[in-house]
């Protein structure tokens, strides 16, 4: 017991000790990493195929088109009805035979109604109905009546006859519900909706490539950060080197050595820093690019593409007229309100009185038995029409009055709204334009400083290895050319970032990226389970 207890105690001092001297903390459960190179149009291809948001959007277009195409069905697609039906109906007895005085039976009869009617809609706001019925009447009369011999005796009168009828019904409204009514205009609506949304699902596919545009740059620029702090790790350690090989020969005082020594544990700080930084940027990559994040943890992207650049002619005039038209959301409030005006042109047919006029044509016929029925309809021997005019009108008209001017209110409203988002745009566009001026003027100023402080600390190196110059000014020409580096990093990330921000700003971003917005619109067409 005691041996185990001693080897316990010795394996928790080795395993303490060996923490600190490395000073980190163990993490389990992290996969081996797994390098896999990958370019700018290869992560928004992954983007626009895994991105949550957008693969819930892309049902909202589809469901909206299903409800357009349920109410134009439910409007215009005809409706066949077919009804077979009996009544049958008795008297009850009452008369007395003027020959017996006797009470007569009651009488009967039974009547088998066949129908078929096909009616619908047209465009036009006119309703029809084509009609066609069969009719079987069985009539059951007694009656007393005298016989040859004279005798009264009880009869019954049996009659059997068809009768068929078919033809025409038309309805067609002239004034209210003529150029729209409330199903056309419910119709209508559901189609701009279903334009709103496909719009909608645009700006979020900008947006989409917005972000991943942005991820992956900001993930080149910190790993170009870690390069940095890297050389300027490097640099402080062969200082630091060189600094105690002269301190042993007594050319520098011990505090020299310790002052070198501080600022390698700060640029290892910086580097450790720097590293992290770069693992957030390539997480937050991932999370854009995949819906399994836990997958890709044992992933190691290597960007491709690099932070270039490039002039481009900048048109503050052009970049307005291009962002008023080609924004999705611009568009999208536009046909919002074209969506209000659809609703105040039926409100306003809702002022006018009904004037409707009808028509109906039809043919009969009628005999003992279903052929000669039949017959006398095909010969159109006997006919019928009826035609009119029906007019109707509230006397006061408040519901349909108030509701044209709640609306027109609803549609100023959307104007300000739209002029608000235009200016909203146009102010984007302009600082957008300016970002990307400036940021391109920093990229050739920060590359000058670079030139700068990497002359300025080869000559303090050159000044330190004569033994002319001293640590302090090395290791303080190290930390400024690692901060001229990193501000000249930062510049060209930030020039990369102006850019796609001006393109996401003028709506051109899917045009720049190469990006067919249809292709992408469906790319698998969800079904539910």
């Known amino acids: 017991m005691r041996l185990t207890k001693v080897f316990g105690l010795l394996f928790c001092a080795v395993t303490t000790c060996f923490a600190q001297s490395t000073n980190q903390l163990t993490i389990t459960g992290f996969p081996l990493p797994r390098a896999v190179p990958m370019s700018l149009d290869d992560a928004v291809r992954l983007a626009l195929e895994h991105d949550l948001t957008l693969q819930v959007e892309r049902y909202n277009p589809l469901i909206i088109s299903y409800n357009v195409r349920s109410l134009a069905g439910g409007f215009y697609d005809p409706v066949f009805n077919a009804q077979w039906s009996r009544d049958n ?79 025409i019904r038309v309805n067609q409204p002239l004034l209210r519900d003529f150029w729209t009514d409330f199903s056309r205009t419910a119709i209508k609506l559901r189609r701009k909706d279903k334009r709103i949304s496909d719009l909608n699902l ?31 790790l490097q640099v402080k350690r062969q200082n630091f080197d060189e600094t105690r090989r002269k301190v042993e020969v007594g050319t520098f005082a011990p505090l020299d050595e310790k002052k070198a020594q501080s600022e390698v544990s700060l640029a290892e700080g910086v580097l450790i820093k720097a590293r992290n930084d770069a693992a957030d940027a390539e997480s937050t990559l991932k999370s854009r690019i995949s819906a399994d994040f836990v997958n890709q943890i044992g992933v190691r992207i290597q960007p491709t593409d690099k932070l270039l650049v490039l002039p481009v002619t900048l048109d503050l005039p052009t970049s307005f007229h291009t962002a008023l038209d080609k924004r999705p959301n611009l568009q999208a409030q536009r046909e919002t309100l074209e969506r209000q005006n659809i609703q105040l042109k039926y409100n306003f047919n809702q002022l006018f009185p009904r004037l409707d006029v009808f028509a109906s044509w039809g043919v009969n016929g009628l005999d003992g038995h279903l052929d000669g029925a039949i017959a006398d309809l095909e010969r159109k021997d006997f006919q019928q029409d009826r035609y009119g005019i029906l007019f109707s ?38 600082s957008s334009i300016r970002a990307v001026s400036s940021a391109y003027q920093l990229v050739f100023t920060s590359r000058d400083g670079v030139f700068y402080a990497e002359q300025n600390l080869a000559a303090e190196q050159k000044k330190f290895a004569a033994g002319k110059g001293t640590s302090f000014f ?56």
Do not use: C
Not at 125 to 132: N, V
Not at 139 to 160: A, C, E, H, R, W
Not at 209 to 229: D, P
Not at 476 to 501: F, G, H, P, T, V
């Open 89 to 167: 109906a008795s008297t009850e007895s009452g008369e007395f035979s003027p020959l017996t005085g006797a009470p007569i039976p009651g009488s009967k009869s039974q009547f088998d109604t066949t129908s078929g009617l096909l009616s619908g809609n047209l465009p036009t706001g006119m309703r029809y109905e084509l009609y066609h019925d069969l009719v079987e009447r069985r009539n059951s009369s007694p009656f007393f009546q005298t016989n040859l011999l004279g005798n009264t005796i009880l009869n019954k009168n049996v009659s059997d006859n068809w009768g068929a009828d078919a033809g």
């Open 202 to 232: 645009e700006q979020i596919v900008h947006d989409t490539v917005r972000l991943i545009v942005e991820a992956y740059y900001t993930f080149v620029g910190r790993l170009e950060a870690v390069k940095v702090a890297e050389a300027d």
């Open 393 to 430: 009108m509230p006397l006061t008209l408040a519901r349909e009055r108030n509701e044209l001017k709640g609306n027109k209110v609803i549609k100023a409203q959307l104007i300000k709204k739209l002029e608000l988002a235009e200016q909203n745009v146009t102010f984007d566009v302009e």
């Open 474 to 529: 090395v290791l303080d020409a190290a930390s400024k050319l690692a901060k001229a580096r990193n501000d000249a990093i930062q510049a060209e990330l930030d020039y990369n970032l102006a850019l796609n921000k001006l393109a996401h700003a003028e709506g051109t971003i899917l045009e720049q990226r190469k990006i067919d917005f249809e292709a992408v619109r469906y790319p698998v067409a969800p079904t539910a389970k």
